[in-house]
């Protein structure tokens, strides 16, 4: 089963304090031009593309244009892999919007969104059993894998009912674990993505109250590099939109080449294609460069990480030495910035994108 462990990951901090500007590119020395790079990736539907483009070749043709070399990594655990990435064990790493600052920004490593891949549109939902509607949700427990982006679901839920944190308790529960937690009858709400959340709606007497398609463009996918990695080596960016852009025009196929591209995607996250192809369904992929051009360039980018940086700080989730949640800052296209201006430590860059949507690249 395609195991559902990308969002977990604010649940696990990387383990270091809180730095402010040290490790920005004007805090350490320029990183040095290279010719190998690795992009550690973890099972999820809309990261499937690029395990499968390393296994049919389309990889190491970009690469070999760029007279470079790219390991595509899997790391089985998520939080893992933005570990690795955060202490530099990897040049980049898939990871959702709200982990990328809780977990390599908020510890001062410089990083930066090179791609805008998805957002979830059905992918993260609200459960309730023997429930009319979201306001039955009042004073019961809802388990959840905490501080992390199911965490913000149920928070941004609970505002569209006019409803408070403190109107539940929830309970921290392995995403692991949640399904097999949702069947006890003592378990009356729950929040979870897929491929778990697929199995926990069949459960009798559930309602889906509450999804991520409630909350367009707000959990989105990325591949994030190191920011002074890509500033040494901008073939490095050239090369993986044009790795990403090429697969998802493949997959996009209506005949047989696209079946069988991803069947292939399905294989490699273990699941089959039938599930693989409901779970993409639920995930709204940016297939052209220009529309995640204009999902970076949109003033919603800029309300969506207000509301990431806001929850991630309420929930302590910056460390103890965050002040604020503007001590981190955030950059995005344009020139528009948010928090600190001088601890920029997360930077949404359109260039590449842009670069592939004109056939730059």
Known sequence: MLNGIRKAGAAVLFACAFVIASCSPSGEEPAAPKTQFSIGWSIYAGWMPWPYAEQAGIVKKWADKYGIEIDIVQVNDYVESVNQYTAGQLDGVTVANMDALTIPA????????????????????????????????????????????????????????????????????????????????????????????????????????????????????????????????????????????ETLALMQQDDEAGAAARAAMAQLAGTTPEMFEAQLATTHLYVEPGQAVAAATADALVETMTRVRDFSF????????????????????????????????????????????????
């Not at 609200?126 to 982006?149: P, Y």
């Not at 001088?342 to 670069?355: G, V």
């Open 314 to 361: 309420a929930q302590g989730l910056f460390g103890q030495g965050a002040s604020s949640a503007d001590v981190i800052g955030m950059a995005f296209p344009g020139g528009k910035t948010l928090g600190n201006p001088d601890n920029i430590t997360l930077r949404f860059d359109d260039s590449y994108m842009r670069m592939a949507a004109e056939g730059g690249v």
């Open 106 to 245: 908020a510890s001062g490593k410089d990083t930066t969104a090179l791609i805008i891949g998805d957002y979830s549109n059905g992918n993260d939902g609200v459960l309730l059993k023997n429930a009319s509607g979201l306001a039955d949700i009042a004073g019961r427990q809802v388990n959840l894998v905490e501080l992390s982006v199911s965490h913000y679901l149920l928070a941004r839920a609970l505002e569209s009912g006019d409803l408070a944190m403190t109107d539940v308790r929830t309970v921290n529960t392995a995403d692991a674990d949640i399904a097999a937690a949702y069947t006890s009858p003592d378990v009356a709400a729950a929040v979870a993505w897929n491929p778990q959340l697929l199995t926990m709606k069949q459960e009798p007497g559930t309602l889906q109250v509450f999804s991520s398609a409630d909350i367009p463009g707000e959990i989105l996918d990325l591949l994030v590099v190191d920011t002074a990695t890509l500033e040494a080596n901008p073939d490095l960016g050239k090369a993986l939109v044009g790795i990403w852009y």
